[in-house]
């Protein structure tokens, strides 16, 4: 069994920050790839930013240059720093890991529950 929990959302003005967390833990080998998701309302789950084990780091367009993700390799923790907020980045930002339980089983695909992100003044 394999928990992602999250934490950092809540409400911004536009052009403010915030800093949202996810940790992984349970049956953990390895963890292959951790990222970020978002659903705005009446839209489709689109991918913010992720970051696989010795791989570059890849984002959405439209958060490059204002999005950082990061990862802490001995917590099985992944950041998402979110500087110069837009009211369009409002919605539920969901972490994702690609997790492996055990050393001869593949990974899985695991979400937490969803933090929501409202911009607006």
């Known amino acids: 069994q394999v928990q992602l929990v999250e934490s950092g959302g809540g409400l911004v003005q536009p052009g403010g920050s915030l800093r949202l967390s996810c940790a992984a833990s349970?049956?953990?080998?390895?963890?292959?790839?951790m990222g970020w998701y978002r659903q705005a309302p009446g839209k489709q789950r689109e991918l913010v930013a992720t970051?696989?084990?010795?791989?570059?780091?890849k984002y959405a367009d439209s958060v490059k240059g204002r999005f950082t993700i990061s990862r802490d390799y001995a917590k099985n923790t992944v950041y998402l720093e979110m500087n110069s907020l837009k009211p369009e980045d409002t919605a539920v930002y969901y972490c994702?890991?690609?997790?492996?339980?055990?050393?001869?089983?593949?990974?899985?695909?695991?979400w937490g529950q969803g933090t929501q992100v409202t911009v607006s003044s």
């Open positions: 349970g049956s953990i080998f390895s963890v292959n790839a």
């Open positions: 970051i696989p084990n010795g791989s570059s780091t």
């Open positions: 994702n890991a690609k997790i492996s339980s055990h050393w001869y089983s593949s990974s899985s695909e695991y």
